[in-house]
Every structure is written in structure tokens, then in C-alpha cells.
């Protein structure tokens, strides 16, 4: 009999994770949605950003940290709400130090208000004074393939090409762009932005991406710890897809799923 293989790790620099699922801790009703979403989840590392959420800061207001101890999740720090290389390294600069010098990171620079589109003239800037200086850096990016190629050259542990616009819901819209930048990266490759219902999730990690990241996906569903549940399911099942390899496309196919051999027809003899 086969048996199943073991699930491998999600390797992100130094790093070993089981979940390939990433979460992010805005726009939920409070503090108690967040962490029963999260742990519906099955995710292990989650973001949050430094310029809205209270993760030691502001003494005296609840913090994110008593919902979500570090000791239980990996805290990924963003640079969500940055327009400029300059403000994103001060803001990771101010997260590693609310988490005693912790290293991971994922660095985003918006292009405009609207659209939250990546300026990647800055992150690229950005993503070299943050290596420079010891970071670890999971970076958001437009889903171009050369522009991804060109973060990972600089020393990002991981790329994280957009499906979609931030918080549009409209899933894949290129996956053309994104096989080829999982066809040459030797760094982990991260959907992050735009999947908005179960299914997406799932074709990401068909198309062999190694893991999803999302926010408004799960927090703006009318019940949110349900739809976490079923995004926990789907990384998991499009993963174990990819794994098994799908059968070819075709047209029509001359060759039935059952066997016609041996069948018993009229007239002729048994």
C-alpha cells in the first residue's frame, strides 16, 4: 500500500514552518475575533502592522501580543501604510525593537492611496538597506518576474507577488507572470494580496506556490473564523495537488476512464 508522504516544511531563511498559510490581524471586530480567526487558521506566522496595531507602543491600550503571545505565532511585522523607502525602514526598525530584535519582516511600500499598488522603485531601495543592516525580508511586490528576481539577487528570504489588488477579492488575475516567477526563484514564492474566497487560495498553491498570504480574505467574510477554517483546508489541499500532479488538459479524450475490455456484448459469445 502507499501511504501518504510526509508534509515538508515551509523554509524561510533560517526558519521551519508547517502552516504554508499566512495571516494578517486587521480589520476584525476586536482583539477576540483576531485570535479565534487565527487559530482556525492553523497559520503560524502573522503580520501586523506596525503603524496600526498596538503590539507594545502605546503603553496602557490593549495589545495584539496578549491575543497572540510570540510564544505561540512567529510576529511578522509590516511596513503597511509606508510610501517611501525611508518611512518603511523606520517603521521595521521600530518593529524589531518592540520584538526585542527580531529579524523577520515583510517590507511594503505603496505606490498611491487607492490603488495600494507596490512602488517598486522604493522597495527595491528599501529591501537593500534592510539586509544590509541584518533584516530578514519577506517582501510584497508587483507580480513582474524581473522585478522579483531582482529583490531575491538583493538577499529577501522571500517574494511575495501580488494576485490582486490589497483587499480587491479578485483572485489570480495573472498566473502566467506568477509561474514564471516560481519557475525562477530559489527563495520561497508567497501570494500575497487579492484572494478572496477559498478557491484562490487553492489555484495559488496549484500553480506551486509555497504558501498564501492574506488579511481582508478571511476578516471582511461575513463569518470570519469559518472562512479561516476553509482556507486553512484549501492551502492545504491545493499544496497536496501540486504534490500529486494534475492530469494533462485536453479537449475530449478517445481513451474512456474504465476499461472496455472483456465486456459482455450482443450476439457475442461469452
Excluded at 528599501?126 to 538583493?154: H, N, W
Amino acid at each position: 500500500m502507499s501511504t501518504m508522504p510526509a508534509p515538508s516544511p515551509l523554509r524561510i531563511g533560517q526558519r521551519s514552518f508547517q502552516s504554508r498559510l499566512l495571516v494578517g490581524t486587521g480589520k476584525y471586530r476586536d482583539f477576540d475575533e483576531t485570535r479565534l480567526a487565527i487559530e482556525a487558521s492553523g497559520a503560524e506566522i502573522v503580520t501586523v502592522a506596525i503603524r496600526r496595531t498596538n503590539i507594545g507602543q502605546d503603553r496602557g491600550e490593549p495589545s495584539l501580543l496578549d491575543a497572540l503571545p510570540p510564544s505561540r505565532f512567529t510576529m511578522l511585522p509590516n511596513s503597511a501604510g509606508c510610501y517611501t523607502a525611508e518611512d518603511a525602514v523606520r517603521t521595521l526598525r521600530l518593529g524589531r525593537e518592540l520584538l526585542d530584535g527580531h529579524s523577520l519582516c515583510k517590507l511594503e511600500v505603496l505606490g498611491d492611496p487607492h490603488t495600494l499598488y507596490p512602488n517598486m522603485a522604493q522597495t527595491l531601495q528599501a529591501a537593500e538597506t534592510l539586509v544590509r543592516e541584518g533584516f530578514e525580508v519577506m517582501v510584497y511586490c508587483s507580480d513582474d518576474p524581473i522585478m522579483a528576481k531582482q529583490l531575491e539577487e538583493i538577499g529577501c528570504v522571500a517574494v511575495m507577488p501580488l494576485a490582486s489588488l490589497i483587499g480587491s477579492g479578485m483572485g489570480i488575475l495573472n498566473p502566467w507572470n506568477l509561474q514564471i516567477i516560481i519557475g525562477n526563484a530559489k527563495v520561497p514564492v508567497i501570494v500575497d494580496a487579492g484572494v478572496g474566497t477559498a478557491s484562490d487560495a487553492a489555484i495559488a498553491m496549484e500553480l506551486g506556490c509555497d504558501g498564501v498570504l492574506m488579511n481582508t480574505a478571511i476578516a471582511a467574510a461575513k463569518q470570519p473564523v469559518l472562512m479561516a477554517s476553509a482556507m486553512r483546508k484549501a492551502v492545504e489541499a491545493g499544496r497536496e495537488a501540486f504534490l500529486a500532479g494534475r492530469m494533462p488538459k485536453k479537449l475530449y479524450s478517445a481513451a474512456p476512464s474504465s476499461p472496455t475490455e472483456g465486456l459482455i456484448t450482443p450476439g457475442k459469445p461469452a
